[in-house]
T-cell receptor, first 110, second 113 residues
Framework: EDQVTQSPEALRLQEGESSSLNCSYT??????LFWYRQDPGKGPEFLFT???AGEEKEKERLKATLTKKESFLHITAPKPEDSATYLC???????????FGKGITLSVRP | KAGVTQTPRYLIKTRGQQVTLSCSPI?????VSWYQQTPGQGLQFLFE???????NKGNFPGRFSGRQFSNSRSEMNVSTLELGDSALYLC????????????FGPGTRLTVT
């Protein structure tokens, strides 16, 4: 069975203090790894898809990387508006089922 | 392009009742997946519909069912509601091909009393 573990569960940063969020996975046949951002009371917002080890993608202050066992979401010089829960999910089957981690709640203080 | 819409946004039901939730996917998307989100279990996959056929199903009891119409809109039904069914129900749409991105709606917050 596919397993996705995210760490830490919660992270508190000072504005401008860069850090990384971890997503480790155990799957058979990874087809894609997804990062989402979720604000309270809202649905997850798509951020990135990574398909193979070594791949990297960037968007503003966020950079996602992928190895054969884990993915990192690097946040450079975060701002308070980056505060949210960040979810990692894997896609392994022929259909559209995603298996999610429990998420990392990020809080950025001004 | 309009995003994924879900109705209603909030719902309060009593134990034993049934409920139907609706999801309209992004135009052109043929796959709709449903997820249940709770603080303890996180996001859990319920089922996926593609071109009006259920393509995959998660580990939920038979009280949870769904369907998809020819215009790709989908409904989810929960019968004989239990207190533990209180959750945020999310639907996601995608093209349904390959490891494609899924785009989520705002969710329906269901409270069972």
């Amino acid at each position: 069975e596919d397993q996705v573990t995210q760490s830490p569960e919660a992270l508190r940063l000072q504005e401008g203090e860069s850090s990384s969020l971890n997503c480790s996975y155990t799957v058979s046949g990874l087809r894609g790894l997804f990062w989402y951002r979720q604000d309270p009371g809202k649905g997850p917002e798509f951020l990135f898809t990574l398909y193979s080890a070594g791949e990297e993608k960037e968007k503003e202050r966020l950079k996602a990387t992928l190895t054969k066992k884990e993915s990192f979401l690097h946040i450079t010089a975060p701002k308070p508006e980056d505060s949210a829960t960040y979810l990692c999910a894997v896609h392994t089957g022929a259909n559209s089922k995603l298996t999610f981690g429990k998420g990392i709640t990020l809080s950025v203080r001004p | 392009k309009a995003g994924v819409t879900q109705t209603p946004r909030y719902l309060i039901k009593t134990r034993g009742q049934q409920v139907t939730l609706s999801c309209s996917p992004i135009s052109g998307h043929r796959s709709v997946s449903w997820y249940q989100q709770t603080p303890g279990q996180g996001l859990q996959f319920l089922f996926e519909y593609f071109s009006e056929t259920q393509r995959n199903k998660g580990n939920f009891p038979g009280r949870f069912s769904g369907r998809q119409f020819s215009n790709s809109r989908s409904e989810m039904n929960v019968s004989t509601l239990e207190l533990g069914d209180s959750a945020l129900y999310l639907c996601a749409s995608s093209t349904g091909q390959g490891a494609n991105e899924q785009y989520f709606g705002p969710g329906t917050r269901l409270t069972v009393t």
